[in-house]
């Protein structure tokens, strides 16, 4: 695997690659990103892996200074999953001054779930992206459902920007317990770690509930969320919503998913299920 830190670098690289799959990440890998780099080796010639944390989409309090930096061992793990090349710049190379021109997603789509409790965060992933995938110019780029609305976010920017790449999003990896694998979760205490699966048992029974017909879905939300209460998270929603844009269902043949975000202890987790 080749490693990169500057544009002229993994441009050269990129020149001579065929058809192109890339995989942005913020490092402090798990086999959720592994997973994504799979999915890509069966898409393109080559795979190219970024790693970059991105200033722009960290909001006042969050954990930008103390998010993991694990290079060493991401890089043994994306070399191992068959990937050609990593880009991995520092802020002076992404950001040589300061980024004065920003994408602005659709209010519609980001002022709701995620974009309510995380205000301006959206704006930071679509710039960055949008400036990755410019250095990058993949034919194929991968996504995770883990993060459902940025995939909505990132999927609509490509579209109506007509970018010359597909998107494709990649199905969430999960212990065996059901907890989604998470970089943020390293932070939990042993004793939190056994109790964070309480969250994707909540989304299942939510998910079941609304394919054997039920749909009060208020119903199923708040009586979700006070059980989250009652075991000692802070949850800030649990929502089922139209898969397409994220916002409330209409009709009962709507195609739905069910998100949810919540603290426990001091970390931040979230999931979802499609229904």
């Known amino acids: 695997m080749q490693i990169h830190h500057t544009i002229e ?54 954990d930008f200074d103390h998010y993991p930096r694990t ?91 007509a970018m010359p790449v597909e998107v494709l999003p990649g199905d969430t990896v999960r212990a065996d317990d059901g907890l989604a694998l998470s970089s943020r979760n390293g932070y939990l205490s042993a004793e939190e770690r056994r109790r964070a699966p309480l969250l994707h048992r909540l989304l299942c029974r939510i998910r079941d509930a609304v394919r054997s017909g039920d749909h009060d879905l208020l119903k199923l939300e708040t ?9 000692g998270w802070q949850p800030d929603y649990i929502a089922v919503r139209r898969r397409a844009d994220l916002q409330p269902p209409v009709h009962l043949d709507d195609a739905l998913v069910v998100l949810a975000a919540a603290r426990l202890g001091k970390t931040r987790l979230i999931d979802n299920l499609e229904i």
């Open 9 to 62: 670098s993994l441009r050269s690289a990129r020149a001579q690659a065929g058809r192109v799959a890339f995989v942005p990440t913020m490092g402090n890998l798990h086999e959720g990103h592994i997973a994504l780099m799979r999915q890509a080796r069966a898409h393109a010639d080559c795979v190219i892996a970024s790693i970059f944390v991105n200033r722009l989409q960290f909001g006042a309090g969050e």
């Open 71 to 161: 290079f060493a061992a991401d890089c043994e793990k994306l070399e191992a999953a068959g990937v050609a090349h990593l880009f991995a710049p520092d802020e002076q190379v992404m950001y040589p001054q300061p980024q004065r021109y920003h994408v602005e997603p659709a209010p519609a789509q980001v002022s709701i779930l995620e974009g309510e409790f995380r205000p301006g965060h959206f704006r930071g992933v679509a710039t960055v992206v949008m400036k990755l995938l410019n250095i990058v110019q993949p034919d194929v780029a991968l996504f995770g459902k883990k993060d459902y609305q940025q995939l909505m976010v990132l999927s609509n920017m490509v579209r109506e920007m």
């Open 223 to 231: 009586e979700a969320m006070a059980e989250l209460e009652a075991a």
